[in-house]
Each structure stands twice: as C-alpha cells, then as structure tokens.
C-alpha cells in the first residue's frame, strides 16, 4: 500500500524537544518535496516546514523558524521534523503530505487538496 506514515509524536514540557518522522511506504520519497503541516482543534490547518528533492530549498513557517529543522535521509526513505524549544502553542496533530517535483515555496503555495500524498497524522501535546 503507498502510504505516508508519520511517527514520533507525543508528551512533552515547554522548552522540551521532539522529532517527527515521516516515511514512504511502498514508494520511493527520492522525487518528492515533503511538508509538515499542523492542525489544531477549532483552527485550520496551518503549514509548518517543507522541503524539496528539486532544488534542496527547505521552507519554515515564522512561527517555528530557529525552533525547528527539516531535514531528510533518502537511505531510509524518510523526513524528520526536529523540533525543540516547544511552547504550548505547537500543540496539534502534525501532518506530512508528498508533492513530485516541487521546490520547498511551491510546495507550499499549492492548494492542500492538490497534494499527491497525506499522512495519517501524529499528535503533539506541549503541556506544563
């Protein structure tokens, strides 16, 4: 089955730090831009970070930039968000999605209902 699956989610205090996985499953990420976007409850789904295979550009939303890095190892098929310095705030459920041949900003100016992959979701949850 080809598939996104997110991991790594959880628990975590203020200031603490976590990392998101993302991995391609029955299909190679090699090709394909990959983003990180958040929903939280009662609010729309924001974009958080991206980065392309095209060009190597990666893209940070103002919210997380100097908290958060996106990077990617194609040996392992998979995309790691690592965050760090996490505020209440970053509480949501994180998403991955996949587009083919994209730089990092036209990743994520494209409308969500255009990408060619979703993931199921992780869930993150800053709390004191």
């Known amino acids: 089955q080809v598939q996104l699956v997110e991991s790594g989610g959880g628990l975590v205090q203020p200031g603490g730090s976590l990392r998101l996985s993302c991995s391609g499953s029955g299909f190679s990420l090699d090709y394909y831009a990959i983003g990180w976007f958040r929903q939280a409850p009662g609010k729309e789904r924001e974009g958080v970070s991206s980065i392309s295979s095209l060009d190597g550009s990666t893209y940070y939303a103002d919210s997380v930039k100097g908290r958060f890095t996106i990077s990617r190892d194609n040996g392992k098929n998979t995309v790691y968000l690592q965050m760090n310095s996490l505020k209440p705030d970053d509480t949501a459920v994180y998403y991955c999605?996949?587009?083919?041949?994209?730089?990092?900003?036209?990743?994520?100016?494209?409308?969500?209902?255009?990408?060619?992959?979703w993931g199921q979701g992780t869930q993150v949850t800053v709390f004191s």
């Open positions: 999605a996949a587009e083919f041949l994209v730089s990092a900003a036209q990743f994520m100016a494209l409308p969500r209902s255009e990408y060619d992959y």
